[in-house]
Each structure stands twice: as C-alpha cells, then as structure tokens.
C-alpha cells in the first residue's frame, strides 16, 4: 500500500471513530434529557408502587387548597411525608378490594355525581361546568367518586360488621344529653358581622362601636343588604363573602350565638351581642331539619341456617340453597322458617323479625333487605350468624317520636365507634403489610 493510501486509511480510521464517539455522545445526552422526566418509585406496597407523579399531584391539590382557604401551610417534608402514608394506605385498601373482587358500576357514580350535583342546587351539566370554570377535570372527579365509594364499601364490608350498639348504650347516651338528639341534627346559615374592640380602647371609643352596631342593626332591619353591610364593616374572616358562615349544626356555631340562633326566625336579627372580641351582629339567613322526617321501619322476616366451625361453610350453604328451591317451587316460608330456621327466637313466628328500624340488624342483613321489594325474597345472604333467606313483607314512615330518638341516637353513637374501629383496622392492615420507602 502506498503511503498516500495508507495516511488515506488512517484518516477514514479516525473519521470513523469520532463519528461513533459523537454518536455515542447525542444518545447518552438524549437519553439523560429523557432521563429527567422519569416517574420515579417512591414506594413499595405489597404488589403495587406509588410514584413520586402522584405524590406531587396530591401535594398540588392539599396545597391550593390550604392557599383557597388561607389555612396555615405546614413544611413541605412535613406534608408529603403525611400525603405518602395516606396513598400506602388507600393503596392496600384497593389491593384488598382487587382480592374480594369489589367494583364500582358507571351507574352507582353516575347516582353520586347527580346526588352532589343537586346538593349544590344544580343540574348535573351545570355542576361540570362549574368544576371545569375551577379547572378541575370532571373524567378525574369521577375517578375520586369512584376512588371514595370503593373505600367506603370496604370499610363497610371490614369495619361494619363488628359495630354493634347495645339498648344500654343507647339509653346512656340519651339521658347523657338530657333531652331530644334529633334537634341535633338542624342545619342554620348565619350571616356575621364583626365590629372588633380592643382592650385599650377608652370608654367613648367603645361606646361608639356600640353606638354604630345598634345604627348597623337598624338599618339591616329597614332592609339593607347584609352582604354589602358585611364587606363593608365587618373585620371578621368572612367579610369577603358578605358575613356568610355557611351551614353549620348548632353546637358548631360560635359559641356568642349558638343558645340563641335556634330561637330566631329566619330573616330575624337581634340586637348586638358584646364580648371580649367586639360588637357582634347576626341575621339567621336560613334554616333545614324542623320538619323532621319520620323513621322509615321495614317489617322483615328471614330464615337462618348458622354456619358449623367444625363442618366449614359448605354444609349450611348448601341447606339454605334448597330451602330456596323449595321456596320457588312453592312452599311456604312460613312453614319453612318454623321447620328449619336455626333463629329460635323467630322461627316460632314463622321467621318473622317484626317492624325493624335502621341500625337494629347486622349491617350485611340489612344492606340486603333495604334492596328488596315489598314481598320479595332475596337470594341468601352471609352474616356472621350464618345464611340468610330475607323476604321483605311491608315498609312504613313511623312518627313514634321515643324510636325516632333511640334510631337517632343509636346512628350517633355507632357513627362514633365506625370512625374508631375504621382506625385500628388502618392501623392494623399498615402494620402487617409490606412496605419499602424510597423517598
């Protein structure tokens, strides 16, 4: 080979190689700028990951919505660390439903969007359009709804079961409260106005901001509108959106008021009320729950077969589903029931329960029940009693005002043990589960 050729050689040799260097070179930078946008794993959670995407979407989202309601804004280590532990938790509850084969229908989020859409006072289209004017995707609102009635049916389903309300418990609570719970649970919209004092205000300084309170009040009651009034004087929180304390029970309200504004009629406003914090005026706006609805009781009967630890499931399964055959070839239930329900109590009633109120059966017999028709039997339902057949015979709008209270009561105290045992079962399920952090 000539020099030339060989100096020629060479030349392309090294062409070669920097080409393939400068190559090498655009691939790794492409891939490190890809690199960047890499949803990272931030946990481990049984068979499942979070990703860091989510934990930053839901940051966001606590976020403008402390910022919306000027609420205090806790560190930024602080929250995530708090939005993590929520996401591991709703992460093995979601596991856990995926296991029990759990699924929520387009049909029951569809139930729940127009039953939200109406306590708003709107229609469904109008209720998206007000999420989209507040930039919020309604494809994403759905998949919280559907998020959150998941959880809540798992919960019934785990935590449920194993609430239970004695007639001890109830009558406790009802002479602990000396009196009526259902006025309880009236709802009141107030509007305030607040005229603040301060301790070193001198004696004709404070009689002025009594003086202007009473001139306030007379003119709110001549017909001045307490919005404008409120934006214009009042220094409390609410100011901006004219005195408006939104619906709140009784005992939520501030203490100044919370005596007085169930005697008021709605448009009323009373004289000034003073304390330590200024002049305060109040106008009811609004009010719901006097009219009281009467406690719809259902009259059930059912035939139980109990379940035998030693046999298993499979015996008593298989009982009460030929009881059921027998049923749709026409026997009689209530011949069954005394022949064959293990209920002692009822089968000699032929399985009837009698006239029942919410709250009084266990929470999967009851689930059953209030899905039937009048006269309809149900196919067998499992409690922790046994098997169930349940026919539903007539169901009434009861005005008994001493089971209306105890249904009432028996709704709060439950509520009360609901929300403990839901917590220890979390608790329990994050304990025994499998969790690696890779923040």
Same mark, same amino acid.
């Given at each position: 080979m000539s020099q030339t050729n060989h100096t020629l050689f060479k030349h392309r040799h090294w062409v070669k190689f920097f080409y393939s260097i400068g190559l090498l070179m655009l691939t790794f930078n492409s891939y490190c700028a890809q690199a960047k946008h890499i949803d990272h794993i931030i946990a481990v959670v049984e068979d499942s990951v979070i990703l860091e995407s989510e934990l930053n979407k839901r940051y966001d989202m606590i976020r403008h919505k402390l910022e919306a309601n000027a609420k205090p804004m806790p560190p930024s280590s602080v929250l995530k660390r708090q939005i993590l532990e929520r996401l591991i938790i709703e992460s093995l509850q979601h596991q856990l439903a995926a296991r029990n084969g759990m699924v929520i229908s387009d049909k029951m989020i569809d139930q729940s969007v127009s039953h939200i859409a109406g306590q708003n006072g709107m229609s469904v289209p109008e209720f998206r359009s007000e999420l989209n004017r507040q930039g919020m995707d309604f494809a994403e609102f759905q998949e919280e709804i559907r998020n959150q009635l998941l959880l809540d049916q798992l919960r019934n389903i785990e935590v449920a079961r194993k609430v239970k309300v004695t007639d001890q418990e109830i009558d406790n609570y009802l002479k602990m409260r000396g009196g009526s719970v259902l006025t309880q649970n009236h709802l009141?919209?107030?509007?305030?106005?607040?005229?603040?004092?301060?301790?070193?205000?001198?004696?004709?300084?404070?009689?002025?901001?009594? =003086? $202007?309170?009473?001139? @306030? +009040?007379?003119? !709110?009651?001549? &017909? %001045?509108? *307490?919005?404008?009034? /409120?934006?214009?004087? #009042?220094?409390?929180?609410?100011?901006?959106?004219?005195?408006?304390?939104?619906?709140?029970?009784?005992?939520?309200?501030?203490?100044?008021?919370?005596?007085?504004?169930?005697?008021?009629?709605?448009?009323?406003?009373?004289?000034?009320?003073?304390?330590?914090?200024?002049?305060?005026?109040?106008?009811?706006?609004?009010?719901?729950?006097?009219?009281?609805?009467?406690?719809?009781?259902?009259?059930?009967?059912?035939?139980?077969?109990?379940?035998?630890?030693?046999?298993?499931?499979?015996?008593?399964? =298989? $009982?009460?589903?030929? @009881? +059921?055959?027998? !049923?749709?070839? &026409? %026997?009689? *239930?209530?011949?069954? /029931?005394?022949?064959? #329900?293990?209920?002692?109590?009822?089968?000699?009633?032929?399985?009837?329960?009698?006239?029942?109120?919410?709250?009084?059966?266990?929470?999967?017999?009851?689930?059953?029940?209030?899905?039937?028709?009048?006269?309809?039997?149900?196919?067998?339902?499992?409690?922790?009693?046994?098997?169930?057949?349940?026919?539903?015979?007539?169901?009434?709008?009861?005005?008994?005002?001493?089971?209306?209270?105890?249904?009432?009561?028996?709704?709060?105290?439950?509520?009360?043990?609901?929300?403990?045992?839901?917590?220890?079962?979390?608790q329990r399920l994050r304990d025994e589960a499998y969790v690696e952090l890779r923040m």
């Open positions: 009141y919209r107030v509007g305030h106005i607040l005229l603040p004092v301060s301790e070193e205000d001198s004696p004709s300084k404070l009689q002025l901001t009594e =003086k $202007k309170a009473q001139r @306030l +009040v007379k003119q !709110l009651r001549e &017909g %001045a509108s *307490f919005k404008d009034m /409120a934006r214009m004087y #009042s220094k409390a929180s609410t100011a901006a959106r004219g005195g408006d304390l939104g619906w709140r029970k009784a005992q939520d309200l501030p203490s100044i008021c919370s005596s007085m504004v169930p005697q008021l009629e709605i448009g009323d406003i009373p004289e000034p009320i003073a304390n330590s914090s200024g002049y305060h005026i109040l106008k009811l706006l609004d009010r719901k729950g006097d009219s009281i609805e009467g406690l719809k009781q259902t009259h059930v009967r059912h035939i139980l077969i109990k379940t035998n630890e030693v046999m298993g499931d499979n015996p008593s399964k =298989k $009982k009460i589903l030929a @009881l +059921v055959n027998e !049923l749709e070839n &026409g %026997a009689e *239930f209530e011949v069954l /029931a005394k022949a064959h #329900s293990e209920d002692k109590g009822s089968a000699l009633r032929g399985g009837d329960l009698g006239w029942v109120s919410p709250g009084m059966l266990l929470p999967d017999f009851e689930r059953k029940m209030n899905q039937l028709d009048i006269d309809e039997i149900g196919d067998p339902v499992k409690t922790n009693y046994g098997w169930h057949i349940i026919q539903v015979l007539d169901r009434r709008e009861s005005h008994d005002t001493i089971a209306m209270e105890k249904a009432a009561a028996r709704s709060e105290i439950s509520k009360g043990k609901m929300e403990e045992e839901t917590r220890l079962w979390l």
